[in-house]
């Protein structure tokens, strides 16, 4: 069974510039998160999918984060513009969605993202 | 607010010794725990799930506690191996959909 796959797995950019990541996450899970990681942290959520739709973006920074989940498959997030403060690792996971509260979560690599 | 702490930050200890990982949380209102090991530049792997009525799990070498009431877990790794150096991390769910609260995790370092 194929994991979550994330790309790309590196991203430097430049200070006001955008960046777009992209998930597809194991085939029939219904629920995706995306987690951002800084150095030396565990993973903070940013948003949340049941399918298709955000059940839970109360921690994404609207005005310049922005995620979508088309067909409640594959998703993106995106920056614009990036700033240094986002340099991070972008983590993806999904799971089952049977009973999220108790369905262990599977994560991909994650993408580095350097902010020059 | 729901805070998780992990401690030690930074652990090495030599091989064949067994490791003894701690994390305490702040509302003992949990789903569950899970416990998940990252190795550099790579995503996180579940190690040990323990459903908020269970007070253990083990798989392997692997052991983990929940202590619900004292906001207490621990995994204890047996006869560590220079394999098992990486950085754990504990995490409660929080809420119905699965929300995750994630401590900084400790590093271990196990030398032949």
Redesign the interface.
Known sequence: EAG?VQSPRYKIIEKKQPVAFWCNPISGHN?L?WYLQNL??????LI?Y?NEEA??DSQLPKDRFSAERLKGVDSTLKIQPAELGDSAVY?C?S?PGLA???????????T?LTVL | KQEVTQIPAALSVPEGENLVLNCSFTDSAIYNLQWFRQDPGKGLTSLLLIQSSQREQTSGRLNASLDKSSGRSTLYIAASQPGDSATYLCAVTTDSWGKLQFGAGTQVVVTP
């Open positions: 979550v629920t998160y030396g942290q565990g993973p903070e959520l949340r049941e059940v839970d983590l996971a799971s999220p509260s108790t369905d262990t979560q599977y994560f991909g690599p994650g580095r």
